[in-house]
């Protein structure tokens, strides 16, 4: 059994309730395709589960497969400095086929954010170091692919389809409650 060995905390990025009976932890790369896949997947755990998981991206940028996930990881950072992070986590996932520095700008652009900000922010690596305590602490927990999901600190090792990670959930809530 493979444990987290950081547990979600104020400086993740979170969405739901902290305190839910569930903590659902994500370590994501914005260029995998399979990573892509489990997004809509993970917006519907959300909504069937609603008050009863805490969801949290943490950043694993597989940078020697996907040369656009690291500087993809960083602006997702910079939006969330401005309060965005979910809205540019989103347009990353759904526009993974165009990830590029060109992409990135439209996309912050489209967020109302500055995009000459963000160039200078990645041209300065200014969030690499919070990307890179995120893959660190993936690394610890034995994250060696993505998407990996830890479901209250374990990590699953099922598949990531909608109805294996909705059995997964339901067997921890079920035990919270006993």
């Not at 996309?107 to 690596?125: F, K, Y």
């Not at 890179?132 to 990531?160: C, E, H, K, L, Y």
Request: hydrophobic share 35%; net charge negative.
């Amino acid at each position: 059994m493979t444990m987290l060995k950081v547990p979600a905390g104020p400086e993740d990025h979170g969405q739901g309730d902290p305190n839910a009976g569930c903590t659902l932890v994500e370590y994501g790369d914005y260029e995998c395709p399979h990573c892509a896949r489990a997004h809509p997947i993970v917006k519907r755990l959300r909504k069937h589960f609603a008050k009863r998981l805490f969801f949290v991206f943490r950043n694993f940028p597989l940078g020697q497969m996907h040369p656009h996930a690291e500087s993809a990881a960083e602006t997702a950072e910079f939006a969330g400095t401005k309060g965005k992070f979910w809205e540019m986590h989103d347009l990353l996932f759904e526009n993974q086929d165009r990830l590029g520095n060109a992409l990135l700008r439209e996309l912050t652009a489209e967020l109302s954010l500055d995009p000459a900000e963000l160039l200078q922010a990645l041209e300065e690596r200014k969030y690499l170091a919070r990307v890179r305590a995120d893959f660190s602490g993936g690394v610890r927990s034995g994250v060696n692919g993505t998407p990996t999901f830890f479901i209250n600190g374990q990590r699953n090792d099922g598949s990531f389809d909608n109805q294996d990670l909705v059995e997964a959930i339901e067997r921890v809530l079920t035990a919270s409650r006993q």
